[in-house]
């Protein structure tokens, strides 16, 4: 039986390839991290004091942008997620509405600061504690997924509408902040990846790459 070595091993570790979950897919099934649409001044959402409905709709804004400035940087480890970049296309598209947000932040600040240094003060202390609110560790698989799909109808939705996508989606971006993991099965999955190999040694094989059954008897495969 005449087997070359390069077809051998190409097709024992194509095999192995198609036998793998797509990357992207942490789970055999996801936690549903959907939500209700929200206007951003429900309880137990990070509020703005006496701020006016334009006030709370620019902090509605700011936070989902803050949202999907995490997920490029956290999500890096997963390209095809493309965090990165859906999030460079929606700072493209929405560019207009993201700065009227952060004017109209701005100008809350120095109104109940009571002065522009003060209000300034207060700004930064409300964008540290925006993007620190998105920072995960343990639920970092759901909120990288979570936060590639609203990149995703962020970078797709029509200017003038980022508004709509926050109070789409930002219920599912906190929701995602909540370590969950495999839902499909209650134990732990264990996948064999294990790689099925002939023997690589130069004995097995002659100078034109071809199997020697006289040296090393029939061709198999073994684990690797």
């Not at 992207?24 to 936690?31: I, M």
């Not at 970092?140 to 508004?163: E, N, S």
């Not at 370590?179 to 499909?184: I, K, L």
Request: glycine share 6%; aromatic share 12%.
């Amino acid at each position: 039986m005449i087997v070359l070595r390069t077809l051998a091993v190409t097709a024992a570790l194509s095999a192995a390839a198609l036998a793998t979950p797509a990357s992207a897919q942490f789970y055999f099934q996801s936690h549903d991290m959907s939500g209700p649409p929200i206007r951003g001044d429900e309880p137990g959402l990070p509020t703005l004091p006496g701020a006016t409905p334009d006030e709370v709709r620019a902090n509605l804004v700011w936070n989902l942008r803050s949202a999907l400035n995490v997920a490029a940087l956290q999500c890096q480890f997963e390209p095809t997620l493309l965090t990165v970049e859906n999030y460079n296309v929606t700072l493209a598209n929405h560019k207009d509405e993201f700065k009227k947000s952060f004017d109209t932040l701005a100008k809350y600040f120095v109104r109940t600061a009571k002065g522009a240094k003060p209000g300034q003060t207060a700004l930064d202390r409300y964008g540290t504690r925006t993007y620190s609110a998105f920072t995960t560790v343990g639920a970092q698989y759901g909120f990288c997924q979570t936060a590639a799909k609203v990149a995703t109808a962020a970078a797709y939705a029509p200017r003038g509408t980022i508004y709509q996508v926050a109070m789409n989606y930002m219920s599912a971006m906190r929701n995602a902040l909540v370590p969950w993991g495999e839902e499909r099965f209650p134990r732990y999955v264990q996948i064999d990846t294990r790689v099925w190999l002939p023997r690589l040694d130069d004995a097995c094989w002659d100078k034109r790459g071809r199997w020697q059954d006289r040296k090393c008897g029939p061709f198999t495969l073994t684990f690797r």
